[in-house]
Structure formats: structure tokens, C-alpha cells
């Protein structure tokens, strides 16, 4: 994990490991200088899984989009029943994002995307976690499925593949039957520029 730049207004006095399992836990105590002038000192923990990439698949004739549903045991320990739906993600590891999200595509998905558009980036919860998300849109079609997806069992993954009206999921972020964030921004993003149409 990166420190930051070197601008003047963070000195770092002490970088602590507490986990180095699944991903790395760290906790820092760092001086911050305060806009009045005046010098903190501060520590924080963070948690440091690598960067992430997203991608909405979406289908203009048919006012469709295709999304998945998995068990997210966070999501569960925190009162919910851990099955949610959301947009095609993963970690970027050694690749670089747009690569990544092909792969990911591919393997949850089953659909094999050529044309990808990259749409913005987003710390999804900067106070303590460092992963930075890279936002995709893609077109797909019965074309382009070139397995049944599904994720990598290896990995602990089951992965439901779910193709549902635009205008439903918007309808399920209301409910909130739809409740992951990064989902949310992509439906919205869909609906704001129109990627099913005036019917989706």
C-alpha cells in the first residue's frame, strides 16, 4: 500500500501489520497538518485488498441488463440475508483493469464482451478501505455467451447469473432488493444516459 504523495501535509510515524491473511490490515500513526496550520497525530487502520474493477452488460434491443447473485458474508454478519445482487466485479491483481474485467466477465458471466467502455473511477469506502474501482459499461448479446459462468468454485464462488429489464433494477434499487453500491451507480449511469433506450 502506497503512503500517498509526498505533499507537506502527512508524516507517517509508525506502520503496523495486523493481517496479512486473506488481504493485508494495517494500521498507521500519522501526523496530518490541519488547515488552521496546526499539526494532529492520528491512527487509522486500512484494509488493502487491491483495486477493483466493474462492468454493467447491457442490451439495447432487448432493454436488458445482465447481473449476478452471490453470498457476501459481510453483508450477512451485518443483518442482511447475504445474497446480493450485483454488477460483474472483481480484483484487478496483475492485470490491468479493462483486461480484468473480461476475465471476470468471462467467468461469472459467460459472456465473452469485445466492445467495453471505461466510464470513471471510485474509492467505494475511502475511510477505510484503499480499493479504487474502475467503472466499465459493455454491450452483450446470445452472440457473445460462450459458457454458462458461474465464477470459480476453487475461489468459493456460486455465482446466479441474472438477465432483468433496466426499468425492473431500477425498480429493485427502490425496494432494495438491489442494495450493493457499485450496482447502484451502474443503473443509474444506464438510466441517466439511456444504454437500453426510452423503454428500458
Not at 483493469?97 to 468471462?106: D, F, L, N, V, W
Request: charged share 30%; aromatic share 8%.
Amino acid at each position: 500500500m502506497s503512503t500517498g504523495p509526498e505533499d507537506g501535509r502527512i508524516r507517517i510515524r509508525k506502520v503496523e501489520l495486523l493481517s496479512d491473511d486473506w488481504y493485508v490490515l494495517k494500521k498507521t500513526t500519522y501526523d496530518i497538518k490541519r488547515r488552521n496550520g496546526t499539526w494532529q497525530t492520528v491512527s487509522r487502520e486500512t484494509y488493502d485488498r487491491g483495486n477493483g474493477a466493474v462492468i454493467l452488460l447491457y442490451s439495447p434491443a432487448k432493454g436488458t441488463v445482465v447481473l449476478t447473485r452471490q453470498f457476501r458474508f459481510p453483508a450477512y454478519v451485518n443483518g442482511h440475508e447475504g445474497m446480493l445482487i450485483e454488477a460483474c466485479a472483481g480484483i484487478i491483481d496483475e492485470h490491468d483493469p479493462e483486461s480484468a474485467i473480461r476475465r471476470e466477465t468471462e467467468e461469472e458471466t459467460g459472456y465473452r464482451v469485445t466492445g467495453i467502455r471505461k466510464i470513471g473511477e471510485a474509492f467505494m469506502s475511502p475511510g477505510s478501505v484503499t480499493e479504487r474501482m474502475h467503472f466499465y459499461v459493455g454491450e452483450y448479446s446470445a452472440a457473445l455467451k460462450v459458457s454458462e459462468g458461474g465464477g470459480d468454485a476453487a475461489e468459493g464462488e456460486d455465482i446466479e447469473v441474472l438477465e432483468i429489464p433496466l426499468a425492473e433494477a431500477l425498480r429493485m434499487i427502490e425496494t432494495g432488493a438491489i442494495i450493493d453500491g457499485k450496482t447502484i451507480m451502474l443503473l443509474q449511469y444506464a438510466a441517466l444516459n439511456k444504454l437500453c433506450g426510452p423503454g428500458g
